[in-house]
Every structure is written in C-alpha cells, then in structure tokens.
C-alpha cells in the first residue's frame, strides 16, 4: 500500500463525533504551526510557482528542509516565533515574501511584531528571519471531539446508545444524544454486568506469514470514559446554542 493510500485508509476506517458548525479553519489559525502552513499555501506557493527560470534554479541549488516553520516548541502555540529560511531564494523575492506575509497577516486576524534578522541559523546552514506573532485574535474555547475506529463506533452508536438508523454522517440534536446516555446509564445502575455484553477482550493473530495482529478489546472503563466525553460534547452543544452533534 502506498504511503499516501495508507493514510487515506486510516481516516476512513475512523468516526469522529462534533459539534455541526466547527471551523477547523479557524482552529488552524490558533497554533503557530497551523499558521505557517497557511502562510506557505497563501504566500510562499503562489510566489514560487511565478520565479523566473534564473530564480527556481537559484531555489534548487540553495534549498533548505523548511521555509516557514515554527521556532523551537512554539508549533503548537497561539503566539510565538516563525521562522523564514530565507536562503534559497534572492533577496527581491525574500522582501515579496515579507510583504505578503505581513498582508496577509490581517486576513488571519494576528498580529506580527517587528522582524529580526536575518542571522544565521543554528539548526541549518540557512540564514533565518524571525518573524514573531505577538497577538493571535483566533484563539476560541476549547471544542470537545471524540474519534473512534469504525468498529468502536458502531459499536457505541448503533449498539450501546442504540441510536436509530446510526451510520456515517449522523446528525442527532444535543438533547436526544443526552437521554440516549441515561438510559444507558440507568441501566448500568440496575445491571453490573450489562457493559460486559458490549465488551470484548484483547485478540492476538498470528498471520500465515508471521505477523502478530493484536486488535484491542472494550472493557467497561472503555465505554464509561466514551460515555463521559460524549457528556461533555453534549454540555458544550447546548451551552453554545443547541447546536447539533455530528459524527462522520
């Protein structure tokens, strides 16, 4: 399987469960990592796909791993440092990087304090401008999320919570998930061994060709931690205006 297709594999044989109006565009924009993968599709692309013939042969024989990237832990932050690695491209393009950068800077709602460099890098023999985000107006509260593999969600959804007609792409109201959780939990209340109709143990296969195939199992304490972030999805959807819980 090839490395793209497996990737692909993988996202379809998972569900997630949100709520209806998430913007993960949004969400993108609130982490600096997030906001140099904007940056390089908005800025650096469309001016690199217009370099002469002289300036893509300068960026082939003075490329570097990374053009933008976040400095050090900053990746995973509202605010901080981006780094431009300014090497592989001349100095007129490095200034229209600069200048899309800070114009598109308003489109993404932060703000940028004042450049520094460019210096020589430590990490790579690239001189670096450091491009800092002092203030990111993006940041929301947190949006709860619950990914299950397909199975698991079949088996939670459909089975456990016994929500009808459940397949991918199910839609259902705040409310009704919230009584569909009650009843399940009126009925661990008067059964203790009802979850462990739904559980099942960890299975170990070995493969004709002598690959070890390990499928991990349910127990209860799987499903009463599913059911408490369901709870807290809920609790989110009806204190942001009822919105309707998803899952796809």
Known sequence: MKYKDYYTHLLNESMTATVSDRDYQNEQRQTILGLCHILTHSVITPIFNKLSSEDLNYFRENRVMDILSPDGD????????????????????????????????????????????????????????????????NVSKYIPEIQLANHNARLVF???????????????????LSNAIKRVEDKIKQDDEFLYRFSSPTSVDK???????????????????ILDRLKELVEYAIENGNLDIVIY
């Open 74 to 137: 900053d990746y995973d932050k509202s605010t901080g440092t981006i780094n431009f690695y300014t090497s592989a491209f001349k100095e007129d393009i490095v200034n229209k990087i600069l200048e899309g950068i800070k114009y598109f800077s308003k489109d993404l709602n932060i703000e940028l304090g004042n450049f520094r460099g460019p210096e020589k890098s430590r990490s790579n023999r690239s001189l670096v401008i450091r491009i800092p985000v002092v203030k990111n107006n």
């Open 207 to 225: 493969g004709s060709r002598g690959v070890t195939i390990i499928t991990g199992g349910q127990n209860p304490a799987y499903f009463i931690n």
């Open 158 to 176: 459909g089975k456990l919570l016994q929500l009808p007609n459940f397949e991918e792409g199910y839609t259902i109201s705040p409310v009704d």
